[in-house]
């Protein structure tokens, strides 16, 4: 009996080590745990690579838009570039014709060649004398311009018909940027500021001009015709124009054709005349009217329908000028993400200037973006001691793609310069752009100054003299947000 029991409990116990063994050991869980995690970081890792691509690719595409929009733009508005110049009286009548009237102090152009964005010769001319009529009985003749162009000289008295033109002398350089120009409302004349402060002295500034005209480099001077005299008007031609977005849509209480009255509820001080319209659409939304505002007062909006908004517009149609005919009113605030402005080299009097156009994303248009530092350009392309007027940008041979850049470490001074891989530094004194590929060891430059030598992916153009002289420093800005730059 008892040889039975054991032999039954031996092949039990036979029997029950044989069976599959159920579930997974405590190693080989850790082991997955640690095979899923290493493929779910890899995985995580690759959204924030994707959205700066996704972001990158965005403003790529914005900017090849806008870059389109501005060539020809330009091409077939080339009196955006009109040069600053001329006296404070001088009237800009645009690209001269035959037998037109002019008087003294009238400018203008030669015409164009073909495909040109500037005339030859690239002179504004000056009316500056009328020839004396014949001596009576004659009747004086009127002061017309000839039935032909004349041959225009570069010095001296050109006559034509009973007129006679002076070449006016032009900036070498200047910015066209009617945006910067008149952000705050005042007249920011010179491209480049020194803790908010303009450059000094006045006749080393780049002018900035408002898209077009000859205007005198003095604030008291009146805007000629034919320019951007605000921020607004400057904003259809120097932005994106499908940069509206959605501030609020309501039911609005009242409609006529040239005001919207909004419910009392409706919160509106944010609104203004500035950035902002109203869209008004019938009650099936297939039908929709989009006007500028030109005031507004408690819940009223008056919309801009006398001729001054850019373009002008009109009262609201017959189809949308009452509440019965209106389902929703829809405020809108412009945001102009992408904008641009042009910078103008000119080399010498009888070279075509470089148009050089740039395309910014969110731009602050404050001091600090256009901060001017002090930098070396590559003096002497590396073969001499380069500039030793300032010493903090003193340079032992830099390489023809180096600049050296100081600035001050107290930031109420001067703030920090803006150097990324990738961005754009400007030659403030030769205005020429260039792209930063690599920035060196920053380094202390003597008592409260820091300076850095960056890379970029030319050679500089144009050297900063050795002069040694401190007025001859060479002038370097960094715009943040620039997305694309080219020449035209």
């Not at 973006?369 to 300032?390: I, K, L, P, R």
């Not at 530094?425 to 008592?447: C, H, K, M, P």
């Amino acid at each position: 009996m008892r040889n039975r029991l054991h032999t039954k409990h031996v092949q039990t116990g036979a029997t029950l080590s044989a069976r599959p063994r159920e579930g997974a050991t405590l190693v080989e869980v850790l082991m997955s745990l640690l095979i899923f995690s290493v493929g779910i970081v890899s995985v995580f890792t690759l959204f924030p690579v994707s959205l700066l691509s996704s972001i990158q690719a965005t403003k790529l595409t914005n900017s090849k838009i806008l870059s389109d929009n501005v060539v020809e733009l330009i091409r077939t508005n080339p009196g955006y570039l009109r040069p600053p110049g001329g006296a404070a009286g001088d009237v800009w009548k645009g690209i001269w014709e035959p037998n037109t009237e002019y008087v003294i102090g009238d400018l203008v152009w030669p015409s164009f060649d073909s495909g040109s964005l500037f005339p030859t010769p690239n002179y504004a001319y000056r009316c500056t004398n009328v020839i004396p009529p014949m001596p009576p009985p004659m009747p004086p003749p009127p002061p017309t311009s000839g039935s032909i162009e004349p041959a225009w000289r570069r010095s001296g008295t050109t006559n034509d018909g009973n007129l006679q033109w002076t070449p006016v002398t032009a900036n070498s350089h200047y910015v066209v940027d009617p945006l910067g120009r008149f952000i705050d409302g005042t007249a920011r004349e010179s491209f480049g500021f020194n803790s908010a402060a303009e450059l000094n002295p006045a006749t080393s500034r780049i002018v900035r001009t408002a898209g077009g005209g000859f205007t005198k480099y003095v604030p008291a001077a009146a805007p000629p015709i034919e320019e951007f005299t605000t921020y607004n008007q400057a904003l259809q031609a120097f932005s994106q124009p499908d940069s509206w977005s959605v501030v609020f849509e309501e039911i609005p209480a009242s409609v006529s054709a040239t005001t919207v009255t909004l419910p009392p509820g409706v919160e509106i001080g944010a609104v203004s005349a500035t950035n902002h319209r109203v869209v008004v659409t019938s009650p099936d939304g297939k039908i929709a009217a989009v006007r500028p505002i030109l005031s507004l007062s408690g819940q009223t909006i008056t919309l801009d329908t006398l001729g001054t908004s850019t373009p002008p517009s009109s009262p609201l149609p017959g189809n949308l000028n009452s509440t019965s005919e209106v389902g929703k009113v829809r405020v809108e605030a412009f945001n102009p993400r992408y904008s641009y402005f042009l910078t103008v080299r000119r080399p010498g009097p009888y070279e075509k200037p470089t148009v050089t156009a740039v395309v910014v994303f969110n731009r602050s248009y404050s001091f600090d973006d256009e901060e001017v530092y002090d930098a070396n350009f590559a003096a002497n392309d590396g073969m001499g001691t380069g500039f030793s007027g300032v010493t903090e940008v003193t340079a032992g041979p830099l390489s023809p793609d180096t600049i050296r850049v100081s600035w001050d470490t107290d930031t109420s001074v001067e703030a920090k310069p803006l150097i990324r891989e990738g961005n754009y530094v400007f030659d403030a004194r030769n205005v020429l752009w260039y792209q930063i590929i690599d920035i060196g060891t920053e380094q202390s430059a003597g008592a409260g100054k820091r300076r850095v030598d960056i890379t970029v992916k030319e050679s500089i153009e144009v050297s900063t003299p050795a002069t040694g002289n401190a007025s001859d420093v060479g002038r370097a800005i960094f715009l943040p947000g620039i997305v694309k730059v080219f020449e035209l």
